[in-house]
């Protein structure tokens, strides 16, 4: 005769497979924190991918999903299939109204490309840096992993400084125009480098500018201070 399960039973046999899920789980939590961050830096790099393959509806909902944490600008984001990499500011607008007028933020935030031009990425040059970075530096902490203890709070700060530095000034220049903000034109650095450099080293978002490599820098940092203070803490926690 076959017995049937009691209710208590059957409560305990799932609780065991709860504690063993979560045991599997605190053991094997950066292989999962890397599979995260895998895909969460992965699909705004498909976005372009189905808008040139026509797969619209797909891209669209990536693009929906990120704006909730990217500005998404267009001038500052990169582009896919098109005839450059980056445009300027001048070349959005142009592209969206047909001339060089003024253009709010929420409607160049809207702008995804065209044929013509490849479609964005759905986030910008920084995000690629910054998140991207959390993938990079977790895989050479996975790698190091056993020799690596961890940056100190205090170290961790100092190199997430910058971005806030960087992306504070962007912001509140932001406020003045996205045209007229003296982080577009620089002039302060020009003046203090005595023009040193090509004019469009100082102007602009384009790659190659100041400001693209101060946002791919600076968020690289910010990623290195994050995840090599954070990953190795999470370690010895869990160790505890």
Not at 130 to 151: D, H, I, P, S, T
Not at 154 to 164: D, E, Q
Not at 174 to 190: H, I, M
């Amino acid at each position: 005769m076959i017995e049937r399960t009691s209710p208590q039973s059957a409560a305990d046999i799932f609780a065991r497979l709860v504690n063993r899920l979560a045991e599997w789980m605190i053991a094997h939590w950066l292989l999962i924190a890397l599979g995260f961050l895998g895909l969460w830096n992965l699909l705004p790099w498909l976005a372009p991918v189905f808008m040139h393959w026509g797969w619209t509806l797909p891209a669209k909902v990536i693009y929906t999903i990120y704006v909730f944490f990217c500005h998404q600008l267009p001038q500052r984001s990169w582009f896919l299939f098109g005839k450059q990499f980056t445009y300027s500011y001048q070349d959005i607008v142009y592209a969206i109204q047909g001339n060089y007028e003024y253009m709010i933020p929420l409607k160049m935030r809207a702008f995804i490309g065209n044929e013509t031009m490849g479609w964005k990425l759905a986030w910008s040059d920084r995000m690629v840096s910054f998140y991207g970075g959390w993938f990079l530096v977790g895989v050479v902490y996975a790698v190091v992993r056993k020799r690596w203890r961890g940056f100190s709070l205090t170290v961790a700060i100092l190199l997430m400084l910058p971005l806030a530095l960087d992306g504070g000034t962007h912001m509140l220049s932001d406020l003045g125009g996205l045209r007229t903000g003296f982080r577009e034109s620089n002039a302060w650095l020009a003046a203090l480098t005595h023009h040193a450099f090509a004019p469009e080293f100082y102007q602009g978002d384009q790659w190659g500018s100041f400001n693209s490599i101060a946002r791919l820098v600076t968020g690289l940092l910010g990623a290195l201070g994050l995840i090599g203070f954070a990953f190795p803490y999470i370690d010895r926690a869990l160790e505890r």
